[in-house]
């Protein structure tokens, strides 16, 4: 039977490279996001992995006007 996991960005299932930074716990806006956690990036090529098995995955983050561009890149491995 399908299902559902939500899996928060302090998972220890994301791997982060070394550019990005989990928000601090006193940043008043916390509130407003899953789990009340995000991580920025520092830098420019800051990237993320996650592996996982399934058909499909949805991305939830912030716009803004100082915010950049996301890409996402899937790769189907056969097994």
């Known amino acids: 039977m399908p299902s ?3 899996i928060d ?3 220890t299932d ?3 490279s070394s ?3 989990a928000v601090n716990k006193n940043d008043p806006s916390l ?4 789990q009340s956690t995000y991580h920025g990036a ?7 992995n996650l ?4 058909s499909s995955i949805y991305i939830y983050g912030t716009k803004g006007p ?6 996402l890149i899937i790769s189907r491995a056969f097994h």
Do not use: C, L, M
């Open 4 to 6: 559902n996991i939500t």
């Open 9 to 11: 960005d302090s998972s």
């Open 14 to 16: 994301i791997v982060y």
């Open 19 to 21: 550019n990005w930074a």
């Open 31 to 34: 509130p407003e996001f899953f």
């Open 42 to 48: 520092q830098a420019d090529e800051a990237y993320a």
């Open 51 to 54: 592996t996982f098995t399934g």
């Open 66 to 71: 100082s915010h950049v561009r996301i890409s």
